[in-house]
């Protein structure tokens, strides 16, 4: 029975990876133009033209291409990058691990300081620090992500040039294991600040909006009237019942994430996956951009994918439907 | 909207019923005038909802009001002021009290005419833009002075220009003489400008002079390598602009002056409302226009996708069955594709226009007004009116026209006013990172020169903040509005 639940999910996660790849390749064979020219470089030498024209089938009808290229993803070969001639999977993982922290770090701190907060200013509803804290995070929410690095970087890159400006690494890198790793956290500091700045928004305001509704709820009346303290009444009563709804905002939140990975990852020039994207699409290295493309994608689904996963298993109602 | 007349033939019922089949459901039931007038009774009340349509309203007149508001066209005035000129309102800081400010003075129509010897002015048109004639009026020798004053108040400038468009139509061995004359404040006259004597016809021109001419400063007496416009204006108080047009008619003889209007500027280090770019461009012009771009881009997307997802929505759930699952998976594959990064992908691919970005920013946020409206229609077709309609005969595009369409209207609104501010950030970000239409002015646009052109470096918050601040306040109105309207119809909902 809960079985079909995982099944399906994971049947319509296949189908949208299957479009999205699917897409991926007529974007850049609608394009105006020579498809060849897409793919090779006009500065490579005649032998690696060669092998790239075998490689990818270029000489063959549109649907033979289609399923090489389907192959060649499914692979993680997205071909060689047209600036560097570096294969574009060397690239990617290169600068995967940078994005990853960025991405995880602000990530936690988003549902922690988010949900914290929430649940703390729900139970002072109407407080003025409630008030205060709310009109904060609307503001910090509907400001567009790009800007919130931007002041960040005018206020503690220029005007207190406390943390660096660009880079995930000071030039030269320090040498030693400690330094090593002060240096790195000292250049993540800004950027993690921005994307959490710009994200934890959404989660304070659901959860403080969730979990009000549910402290006005009989159940939590009936807790209260037991004799449980706040603190028992707050976290296993009105918290629980609010959980469901916070692990969809999981889904909710991660095209957030993503955009906000690419554009801060911009604004302080990281070594990351999507200041590649965006470089990649000005210098127009097509081979990178799917590659960039792809990769994301296939984050952004795999998170879907067990967001549906683990919201089957915190409410069981799901399941049976 | 026309009045509900008795219909007289089968044929002009028809056609008046099909495009006004809202309309006339609208009519056929009084109540929902009325409703619309109580969720306005009810919106003002709000008053989170009035500040945002405050905001809006703003906003609203700045982007309307844009070419009344500044006399620069965004992109291509420039040099209007010295690199990253900070805001003319700074003089009220001690700091900057005595920096320089740009002067810029647009001289046809306030000219005053302190001499006019034998001529007549009459105004003309030349490309769409005013000119003054000036004719002589008799045989004989004939003279025009023009004056204009400014006051200066600041520190010495480092350059100022003049520009004079003009042309001289000479008949009958007519001739004319330009000269363009400067006075301080300490009463030295200076002449910028001796045009050379006319005869017969000069075609239009536009005389510039610019203060480091080298020639210019040898001509004045003034070392080649002297600061002339420091050495000019070195005192405060009022100076002086004389254009004078002098013409000797002969026996039979007219002379013709057509003069455009001339410009005289001094490029300030503080300027105008918000300051100057890299290039010396007016930056609330690329405000005000930006506003305007942003609002249009944010209301069309926001239709396109209200549109759309209304249609989808109600399709899907008063359809049902495999048309709705096929929709609804539609809807999964594109709400879990990255929104920014197919943006980036697919804005490369077609081109950096405008419209490109609109009608791209649309197709990937349809997607949730269509699962409201759906969620909606599920409800609504259970309702008895809906079966009355069904039982009645009624045909499924009828249902989902009159019935289904007027009672979704409220919803689709409230996501339409939702949709906007995502429009309009979306566009900013594109823009922001390099994939804007270059031709259009935005606060996107905006943002990213001050990135690229070193803002940051020179810590110039004036071109950094009100873009930055206007996208969030704007974002913020949309968002209170919207809440707001959702607010009110939830609770009707509640009612009934």
């Given at each position: 029975m809960s079985g079909a639940y995982y099944w399906r999910r994971l049947g319509y996660a296949l189908i949208t990876l299957f479009v999205i790849m699917t897409l991926n390749f007529i974007i850049f064979r609608i394009m105006p133009g020579d498809p060849v020219s897409l793919v090779l470089s006009p500065e490579f030498t005649p032998e690696v033209r060669q092998m790239l024209r075998e490689m990818y089938g270029l000489d063959q009808p549109l649907w033979t291409q289609y399923l090489l290229y389907m192959k060649n993803t499914l692979a993680f070969d997205f071909g060689r990058s047209f600036v560097t001639r570096q294969p574009v999977l060397r690239e990617l993982l290169a600068r995967l691990p940078n994005t990853l922290m960025l991405l995880g770090t602000a990530f936690v701190l988003n549902v922690v300081v988010g949900v914290v907060l929430g649940i703390k200013m729900a139970t002072r509803q109407g407080s003025r620090l409630e008030t205060g804290v709310t009109g904060v995070s609307l503001f910090l929410n509907a400001m567009p992500s790009f800007f919130v690095g931007l002041l960040l970087l005018l206020t503690f890159g220029y005007y207190w040039p406390i943390f660096p400006i660009r880079g995930t690494m000071s030039v030269p890198p320090p040498t030693e294991f400690w330094p090593i790793i002060f240096d790195r956290i000292h250049h993540m500091i800004l950027p993690v600040t921005a994307v959490s700045l710009s994200g934890y928004g959404s989660w304070y305001l659901y959860t403080r909006n969730n979990v009000i509704g549910a402290l006005g709820q009989d159940y939590v009346l009936t807790a209260r009237a037991k004799g449980l303290t706040q603190r028992e009444v707050l976290y296993r009563h009105a918290f629980r019942s609010v959980l469901p709804p916070i692990v969809t905002l999981v889904f909710l939140s991660l095209p957030g994430l993503i955009t906000g990975a690419v554009i801060t990852e911009s604004i302080f020039s990281l070594y990351g996956v999507g200041r590649y994207l965006v470089d990649a699409t000005l210098q127009q290295d097509y081979p990178v951009v799917q590659g960039c493309f792809f990769v994301i994608a296939l984050a952004v689904l795999a998170c879907n994918l067990l967001a549906d996963l683990v919201y089957g298993l915190v409410d069981p109602r799901i399941r049976l439907r | 909207m026309n009045n509900p007349q008795t219909s007289t033939t089968g044929a002009s019922q028809a056609v008046s019923v099909t495009p006004a089949a809202s309309a006339v459901a609208v009519k056929a039931k009084p109540r929902r005038r009325g409703a619309l007038r109580e969720i306005w009774a009810e919106y003002r009340r709000s008053p989170q909802g009035m500040l945002g349509l405050f905001i809006f309203m703003v906003f609203l007149f700045l982007g309307l009001a844009a070419p009344w508001l500044t006399p620069y066209d965004p992109l291509q005035?420039?040099?209007?002021?010295?690199?990253?000129a900070r805001p003319?309102?700074?003089?009220?800081f001690p700091a900057y009290r005595n920096a320089p400010v740009t002067v810029d003075r647009f001289l046809l129509r306030n000219w005053e005419v302190t001499t006019a010897d034998n001529v007549e002015i009459t105004w003309g048109e030349r490309q769409d833009e005013p000119v003054m004639l000036v004719r002589t009026t008799g045989p004989g020798p004939a003279r025009l002075v023009l004056e204009s004053t400014f006051d200066y108040h600041s520190s010495s400038p480092d350059t100022f220009f003049i520009q004079i468009p003009y042309a001289f139509v000479g008949e009958g061995g007519a001739t004319g003489q330009m000269v363009f004359r400067f006075v301080t404040a300490d009463g030295r006259s200076y002449d910028m400008w001796t045009s050379r004597t006319f005869r017969n016809e000069v075609r239009w021109t536009t005389q510039r002079v610019d203060s480091r001419d080298m020639q210019l400063k040898m001509r004045l007496g003034f070392r080649p390598l002297a600061n002339l416009a420091a050495d000019l204006i070195n005192a405060q108080g009022e100076y002086r602009l004389i254009l004078e047009l002098t013409a000797n008619a002969g026996e039979t003889g007219t002379a013709l002056f057509t003069l455009g209007e001339s410009r005289f500027r001094i490029p300030g280090q503080l300027h105008g409302l918000l300051g100057a770019d890299h290039l010396g461009a007016d930056l609330w012009s690329q405000f005000v226009y930006g506003t305007r771009t942003s609002l249009m881009i944010g209301f069309v997307v926001a239709l396109i996708a209200v549109v759309v997802g209304t249609l989808v929505g109600i399709v899907s759930g008063y359809v049902g069955r495999w048309v709705d699952e096929l929709l609804m998976r539609i809807v999964d594959v594109l709400i879990s594709i990255p929104f920014l990064p197919i943006l980036i992908v697919f804005v490369a691919v077609l081109g950096k226009s405008i419209w490109n970005l609109i009608i791209l920013i649309a197709l990937f946020s349809w997607m949730s007004v269509a699962r409201l409206v759906r969620s909606q229609t599920l409800t609504l077709r259970e309702r008895a009116f809906v079966e009355a309609a069904r039982a009645a005969g009624a045909s499924s595009g009828y249902i989902m026209r009159t019935h289904i369409l007027p009672n979704v209207l409220g919803l689709v609104f409230a996501s339409l006013v939702l949709q906007v501010p995502g429009a309009i950030v979306s566009e900013a970000t594109l823009s922001f990172l390099g994939f804007g239409d270059p031709r259009v002015p935005t606060w996107g646009r905006m943002l990213q020169n001050a990135k690229s052109f070193g803002a940051f470096g020179e810590l110039a918050w004036w071109w950094i903040l009100p873009p930055g601040l206007a996208l969030t306040i704007l974002a913020m109105a949309f968002v209170f509005m919207g809440n707001t309207i959702d607010d009110i119809l939830n609770r009707r909902n509640r009612e009934e």
């Open positions: - | 005035d420039q040099f209007l002021a010295e690199r990253m003319g309102w700074m003089s009220y």
